[in-house]
T-cell receptor, first 111, second 116 residues
Framework: DQQVKQNSPSLSVQEGRISILNCDYTNSMFDYFLWYKKYPAEGPTFLISISSIKDKNEDGRFTVFLNKSAKHLSLHIVPSQPGDSAVYFCAATSVGNQFYFGTGTSLTVIP | GAVVSQHPSWVICKSGTSVKIECRSLDFQATTMFWYRQFPKQSLMLMATSNEGSKATYEQGVEKDKFLINHASLTLSTLTVTSAHPEDSSFYIC????????????FGEGSRLTVL
């Protein structure tokens, strides 16, 4: 059973515009959420995270929004840059437990 | 940030041979490391949790006799794919939690295994 879902396998966005990547989860016990960025043949790198006590966390061009009632989080990238082209994974966890990953969304930023 | 390093990054082997992949935490001690496998266009699948000084905990469906995990020190965990077959070809990634950083998981660069 997939506890974390990313329903859009791919997304294309023009350079300079906003990229919005979505993620849904089913387990209400999750209290920490993360976004990872992955280039081909490389390990994922941490991008941004949010605790369940917050509904927004911002770091430069990257903002993560959390809607606990809808069990939904999103990653906003603005402005999008060609170097942002990668696969983005969302992950969810609770204290002391394993991380659950979504299937990833491949973002292509078109110059 | 914390650094987790994997070696080798790319390995090709013949069917029936064994391959060892190393995962090191370079600037922190990790009592627990995680091994993931990624199939093309699929999510990261947790294979096992590696515990320093004790036996690894394997996820359901993962053969512990095929994927041997050893966590002999606080900075090194190894995954050995024994008697590898073409279906074992995949991208293997390790990760570790830095106890100095709450919540975050740091990943190695990944190891691409191709079994001929």
């Amino acid at each position: 059973d997939q506890q974390v879902k990313q329903n859009s396998p791919s997304l294309s966005v023009q350079e300079g515009r906003i990229s919005i990547l979505n993620c849904d989860y089913t387990n209400s016990m999750f209290d920490y959420f993360l976004w990872y960025k992955k280039y081909p043949a490389e390990g994922p790198t941490f991008l941004i995270s949010i605790s369940s006590i917050k509904d927004k966390n911002e770091d430069g061009r990257f903002t993560v929004f959390l809607n606990k009632s809808a069990k939904h989080l999103s990653l906003h990238i603005v402005p999008s840059q060609p170097g942002d082209s990668a696969v983005y994974f969302c992950a969810a966890t609770s204290v002391g437990n394993q991380f659950y990953f979504g299937t990833g969304t491949s973002l292509t930023v078109i110059p | 940030g914390a650094v987790v390093s994997q070696h080798p990054s790319w390995v090709i082997c013949k069917s029936g041979t064994s391959v060892k992949i190393e995962c090191r935490s370079l600037d922190f001690q990790a009592t627990t490391m995680f091994w993931y496998r990624q199939f093309p266009k699929q999510s990261l699948m947790l294979m096992a949790t590696s515990n320093e000084g004790s036996k690894a905990t394997y996820e359901q469906g993962v053969e512990k006799d095929k994927f041997l995990i050893n966590h002999a020190s606080l900075t090194l965990s190894t995954l050995t794919v024994t008697s590898a077959h073409p279906e074992d070809s995949s991208f293997y990634i390790c990760s570790a939690r830095d106890p100095r950083v709450t919540g975050e998981l740091f990943f190695g660069e990944g190891s691409r295994l191709t079994v001929l």
